[in-house]
């Protein structure tokens, strides 16, 4: 199928932003006048008819010259009603009405509207009267319009900005944006309907099923950043050409179709309300199903003819942990109890668990309750990391109700306060790292990987919640740690892993005084990656604190400068050789990196962690 074509160059639409909250209902407001017009109208003719004159008669008509008139400005009334209710629903065949319906549909006021591009602000022409009603819905869903939690609110409260600070805000918002458009666009152009685009050759990879991953993971990001028309043309991909059933004993990764898919899903079907993409989920659901065969735990690849799935006998442990946020809203949207009860026993069989390391369990783990596991070393990132960060979230979706989880959180973070952190030897307290302790030994290596650095913010949040002001400390010092890894490399992008000299100092480690990490052992990739920017967005949301958002922008900006290319972003192999570009753009960069960007610089409104939870692809789902 080839992608919609249309008339406008990148970088063009400038218009949306979603800035300041505006009328939230902007369709009634044309149609509650138009009402008014034609009660008015019609009360003054009633007034009319109950005065009655003598008629003249000729021939073969008697005529009432006062109801001949009456006829003529009925005639007239008519058809100046029927051109109001034409604007009051229609808007955007009025150029007034579309300016006005925009402005007030996506919440720009006056002072905010850095340019004026009307094209592609207006909401994307559907073929039904919702035009309107679907841009207010999807406004008002995305600032928590329908979220409820007993829980306490978190968020920092922010108080009003200064112009200066607003108008800084708002070009860098405008920017990541523009950002997004130019990715979307490179995608749309040339891998339209594929799971990615190769951005720096052109055409498109199928990684991930060939579903689309792309499409399916960015569908909330549109909708987050007021890009409608857009929305509505991937929708519209989704009803009529999105099938899981073209290959159907073809092995399929379970943890990347439920992060990156299911939630994909349901994230959108959160802020729109869209039918289709429940039912994608729900159709989802019940072919990852499969993967549970003649076990609790669900193997790593599945089928969707249940005839061709296998049997897997040991599990990574974040794909078996990383199920929770998902299966539980599937249920709970669905009415159907079969996903939720899964989700919870993994949680539960888990938390029976005897590790050296109380809370803290190796990569690879066994079904079955009880199980003890001994030497391994645990870490916080790739294999285990989310993990770790659906136990808070599930409490949290769960509003409360799971206290097992919490305790579990808890468990956790008290053995890696005890056994990973890291210092530097240099005795700056400003930053610390998470290493990789064993669990026999207890000695701790002076690692640190890329996913590790979402930790900073499940600890952000669980101090919030728990009343744990220590743990907001090490959240800080870890995301120093992780954002020095940007600011000291070439090109202004942190490493897949990174790796320090050991200290002869047990809990110490060596920075290079020129990169900050070890180049020679570290793995020196960049391929996107969005937890650095997840942990500053969560640390900015709580505390309020400017040099977050200063933090981000710095990465983002060299994202331009390292990684933007004529189609799209790649990553590079090399984070101190920008020209190492490896003509890949995953489908969280659309997901999650520029969404945590995009959130950085909107009001704090906008997918309030007091209103969603986010899946660990960034898809928001609402608390209800």
């Not at 074509?5 to 902007?26: A, C, W």
């Not at 059933?245 to 309300?273: K, S, V, W």
């Not at 993409?277 to 193997?299: C, H, I, M, R, V």
């Not at 870490?379 to 659906?390: A, L, P, R």
């Amino acid at each position: 199928m080839k992608p919609p074509t249309f008339n406008q160059r990148p970088g063009q639409f400038r218009t949306v932003i979603d800035i300041e909250k505006g009328q939230s209902e902007p369709d009634q407001q044309y149609s509650s006048s138009a009402r008014t017009i034609v009660g008015a109208s019609l009360g003054g003719l009633k007034k009319l008819f109950d005065h009655t004159t003598d008629p003249i008669v000729s021939g073969r008509y008697t005529i009432n010259l006062r109801r001949l008139f009456l006829l003529l400005l009925i005639l007239l009334i008519l058809i100046g009603m029927s051109t109001v209710w034409f604007v009051a629903i229609f808007p955007e065949h009025s150029a007034e009405g579309t300016d006005s319906l925009i402005q007030n549909t996506v919440g720009i006021t006056n002072q905010d509207r850095l340019k004026n591009d009307e094209d592609h602000a207006r909401p994307h022409v559907i073929p039904h009267t919702r035009a309107q009603d679907s841009a207010t819905y999807r406004y008002e869903r995305v600032r928590g319009k329908g979220a409820r939690t007993s829980l306490k609110k978190i968020q920092f409260k922010f108080p009003p900005e200064s112009d200066q600070d607003r108008l800084q805000r708002e070009s860098r918002l405008q920017a990541v944006r523009d950002g997004f458009e130019h990715a979307w666009t490179g995608y749309r152009d040339h891998a339209w309907g594929h799971d990615e685009v190769s951005p720096v050759s052109g055409g498109y990879k199928d990684n991930f099923n060939g579903w689309g991953a792309t499409m399916i993971d960015s569908l909330d990001t549109l909708v987050i950043m007021g890009f409608n028309k857009e929305f509505d043309e991937a929708l519209e991909w989704v009803k009529t050409k999105f099938t899981m059933t073209n290959n159907p004993t073809i092995q399929l990764p379970f943890f990347e179709t439920i992060i990156r898919y299911m939630g994909g899903f349901l994230g959108a079907y959160d802020l729109t309300g869209e039918k289709v993409l429940l039912d994608k989920a729900e159709e989802l659901g019940k072919y990852t199903l499969n993967a549970f065969q003649g076990s609790d735990f669900p193997n790593s690849r599945f089928t969707i003819d249940p005839s061709f799935s296998g049997h897997d006998e040991s599990f990574v442990l974040a794909e078996i942990g990383t199920l929770q946020l998902e299966f539980s809203r599937l249920s709970k949207l669905t009415g159907n109890p079969i996903y939720n009860q899964k989700a919870r026993k993994i949680f539960d069989i888990l938390g029976t668990a005897m590790p050296e390391i109380p809370g803290l369990l190796p990569p690879n783990v066994q079904d079955g309750e009880g199980r003890k596991y001994s030497d391994f070393q645990a870490s916080v990132g790739g294999m285990v990391d989310s993990y770790y960060e659906y136990l808070l979230k599930e409490w949290i979706l769960l509003d409360g109700k799971a206290t097992k989880y919490k305790e579990m959180f808890e468990e956790a973070v008290s053995s890696i306060k005890k056994y990973m952190i890291m210092t530097p030897e240099d005795g700056s307290k400003d930053y610390v790292i998470l290493g990789q302790v064993n669990s026999a030994s207890k000695t701790v290596e002076p690692d640190m990987g890329h996913l590790a650095c979402f930790m900073s913010g499940s600890l952000a949040m669980g101090s919030k919640y728990f009343g744990r002001s220590e743990d907001l400390l090490l959240a800080r010092q870890v995301a120093q740690g992780c954002y020095l890894g940007y600011h000291h490399s070439a090109s202004g992008l942190a490493p897949e892993a990174a790796r320090f000299t050991e200290s002869s100092q047990p809990g110490k480690f060596v920075t290079d005084p020129q990169h900050f990490f070890n180049p020679y052992r570290s793995r020196m990739e960049y391929i996107l990656r969005p937890e650095t920017l997840e942990s500053l967005w969560i640390l900015y949301r709580l505390t309020g604190e400017k040099k977050y958002q200063d933090q981000a922008w710095e990465i983002f900006q060299s994202l331009e400068k390292s990684c933007r290319t004529s189609i799209a972003y790649t990553g590079l192999t090399n984070v101190n050789n920008i020209e190492s570009k490896d003509n890949k753009m995953e489908s969280f960069f659309l997901a999650e990196t520029l969404k945590y960007l995009y959130l950085m610089f909107s009001t704090p409104d906008v997918i309030s962690l007091d209103d969603f939870v986010l899946n660990t692809e960034a898809h928001p789902l609402l608390r209800t």
